[in-house]
């Protein structure tokens, strides 16, 4: 993803992520020392997949009410587990993979190349199977704001929401922070941070709501806030004079999004910013 790589990268120049001084005394021995870390945790995720010993599940009770009430107490305990580690596992390989495309990225600019044909990077660890097994369909709103929410989670989300709309924007973008950190994984995050966006900007913050958009995105792409937070993170580069990123990211809408209201929205800003 050529174009989300120049966005990321545009908001790490400006200051967001990387210090710019960083990044022009950035040398080969520094990149190779960054690939060095990605492997270790390659072999930090391999490691999860080995078993440390004998099974510790043990199905007590003499009755087979008692045994079969047990035996649901240790599912729902190792399916909580599953779920624990594979959100870790996809965050260490959503996160690899973006700083891999980026050391690719800075590798052919250091060495002269044309940064231009660089191909899309591969997903670390391999790509997912020509045949997946198919996902259940999303759960509805309703469904979602009971039975996948944790205790309080939509309560607080909608607190950060009512801070939001009554103009208290440091508070909003605070509280959807915390949310975001309280949450990890949860159906919400998108949104949240979508919303943590539109607070900073409303704080003057535009290179933190760049980053809060481009968070956005990445938490769920194909989310029903993804075409929104591809609007607003171009639009918010082209307010930091980043025109060409901004035109970039934008064009990305009718593309991905196509019939939804973000590509009005998205040609709009484009023809303000004189995208050709």
């Avoid at 599912?75 to 996160?95: G, H, I, M, N, P």
């Avoid at 591969?122 to 704001?145: E, F, H, M, R, V």
């Avoid at 208290?168 to 509280?175: C, H, L, R, T, Y």
Wanted: net charge negative; aromatic share 4%; hydrophobic share 40%.
């Amino acid at each position: 993803m050529r174009w989300l790589r120049a966005a990321s990268l545009s908001i790490c120049l400006l200051g967001i992520a990387v210090p710019v001084q960083a990044q022009d005394q950035q040398t080969l021995a520094d990149i190779r020392q960054e690939l060095n870390v990605l492997f270790v945790e390659i072999q930090r995720l391999k490691r999860e997949l080995s078993t440390t010993g004998a099974p510790g599940v043990a199905v007590t009770g003499g009755s087979v009410l008692d045994r079969v009430t047990s035996i649901e107490s240790e599912l729902q305990r190792l399916t909580a587990r599953t779920e624990e580690l594979e959100f870790r596992v996809e965050s260490v390989v959503r996160d690899g993979t973006n700083r891999i495309g980026d050391l690719e990225f800075r590798l052919v600019e250091l060495e002269g190349g044309d940064v231009s044909q660089l191909s899309e990077t591969t997903t670390l660890g391999g790509d997912a199977p020509a045949n997946p097994t198919p996902a259940a369909p999303p759960a509805s709103t309703s469904q979602s704001q009971t039975g996948e929410l944790a205790l309080g989670e939509e309560a607080d989300f909608n607190a950060a929401k009512a801070a939001l709309e009554a103009g208290q924007f440091k508070e909003a973008a605070e509280k959807f922070a915390t949310f975001n950190q309280s949450y990890p994984g949860s159906p919400l995050a998108a949104q949240a941070s979508l919303q943590r966006g539109t607070a900073l900007n409303g704080l003057g913050d535009t290179r933190e709501a760049a980053r809060a958009f481009l968070e956005s995105y990445t938490t769920n792409p194909t989310g029903p806030s993804a075409p929104e937070a591809v609007v607003a993170l171009g639009t918010a580069l082209g307010k930091l004079g980043k025109t060409q990123e901004a035109c970039v990211t934008l064009g990305e809408v009718p593309v991905r999004y196509p019939n939804t209201p973000a590509v009005a929205n998205a040609q709009k800003e484009m023809a303000t910013l004189g995208c050709s």
